[in-house]
C-alpha cells in the first residue's frame, strides 16, 4: 500500500512470504519490532510511521486526541489489509491525477471541481490511497470517456438566458451536406480554409455540435442597417 502511494518500500518487504516472516520475527511477533518509517521517493520531506498495536478495540477516547494531532493519522484494522483492494479483478484501476492532469481535464469538459464523481473518503480506494479532498483518480476521467454516449455537462447559469434569442447575437443555422459542397464550391476553397469556432464557444456548445461532423458548418446571418452578410464558420 505504501509503495502504492510513492513511498520508497523495499522489494524484499514486499515479496516476504508468511513463512519467511515467522521465520524472522516468530509465531507471535512483538508488534514493537514491527514498527518502521517510509520516505516519499519523490518528496523525502513527507515521511511515513507505521505502528502496529496489539488485540483490542479503540476507545473513543483514544479516536478524540488522535483528531488533536498536528499530523495526519490513519487507522487500518488488520482485515482491511489481508487482501490488496486494487489487485480485485472487479475493482478498476485507479491512479492519482497531477494538479496539471486535473486541470486538463477540467477545461476539456468546461466543469468545476464539484461536478465531479465522488467518492467516499471511507471508500475502500480512497482510504489505500490515503486520498485528500480535492484529489483526482483517472476513474473520474473514465467515467465520462468509457460512456458509449454523448455527456455535456452544464451549469445552471448557462440555461438561463437563450443564447440563440439575443439581440447581440447573429442567427445560425447548420448548413447541410449539400449546402457546405456548393459553399466550398462556390468560393473555390477547402473545409480547412473556414473560418473555425471553439467547441466551448455558447453556440456551439447549444446545439450541440462536435469535431468532424458534417453539420459543423453554419450559416451566420449579421443584419444591419445596409446590408445583409452571411458568413460561413466551421467548428
Same mark, same amino acid.
Given at each position: ?70 499530523? &495526519?493519522?490513519? %487507522?487500518?484494522? *488488520? =482485515?482491511?489489509? #489481508?487482501? $490488496? @483492494?486494487?489487485? !480485485? /479483478?472487479? +475493482? ?57 454516449? &454523448?455527456?455535456? %455537462?452544464?451549469? *445552471? =447559469?448557462?440555461? #438561463?438566458? $437563450? @443564447?440563440?434569442? !439575443? /439581440?447581440? +447575437? ?60 452571411? %458568413?460561413?464558420?466551421?467548428?
Amino acid at each position: 500500500m505504501l509503495k502504492d502511494r510513492g513511498y520508497s518500500i523495499p522489494s524484499t518487504e514486499i515479496e516476504l512470504s508468511l513463512e519467511e516472516f515467522r521465520q524472522v520475527h516468530g509465531q507471535s511477533p512483538d508488534v514493537d519490532r514491527l514498527r518502521f518509517t517510509a520516505s516519499h521517493s519523490t518528496d523525502p520531506s513527507k515521511r511515513f510511521l507505521v505502528i502496529f498495536s496489539g488485540p483490542g478495540k479503540i476507545t473513543n477516547q483514544a479516536l478524540k486526541v488522535v483528531h488533536t494531532l498536528s499530523f &495526519k493519522v490513519e %487507522i487500518f484494522q *488488520i =482485515t482491511d489489509l #489481508l487482501v $490488496n @483492494i486494487t489487485k !480485485h /479483478v472487479l +475493482k478498476p484501476k485507479h491512479q492519482i491525477l497531477t494538479d496539471k492532469q486535473k486541470r486538463n481535464l477540467l477545461k476539456k469538459y468546461d466543469i468545476q471541481e464539484k461536478q465531479l464523481p465522488r467518492m467516499l473518503q471511507t471508500d475502500a480506494i480512497a482510504r489505500y490511497y490515503g486520498l485528500q479532498r480535492g484529489q483526482i483518480t483517472s476513474q473520474a476521467l473514465k467515467a465520462v470517456d468509457l460512456l458509449s454516449f &454523448k455527456v455535456e %455537462i452544464f451549469q *445552471i =447559469t448557462d440555461l #438561463l438566458v $437563450n @443564447i440563440t434569442k !439575443h /439581440v447581440l +447575437k447573429p442567427k445560425h443555422q447548420i448548413l447541410t451536406d449539400k449546402q457546405k459542397r456548393n459553399l466550398l464550391k462556390k468560393y473555390d476553397i477547402q473545409e480547412k480554409q473556414l473560418p473555425r469556432m471553439l467547441q466551448t464557444d455558447a453556440i456551439a456548445r447549444y446545439y450541440g455540435l462536435q469535431r468532424g461532423q458534417n453539420s459543423n458548418e453554419f450559416s451566420v446571418e449579421f443584419k444591419c442597417c445596409i446590408m445583409h452578410k452571411f %458568413i460561413t464558420v466551421e467548428l
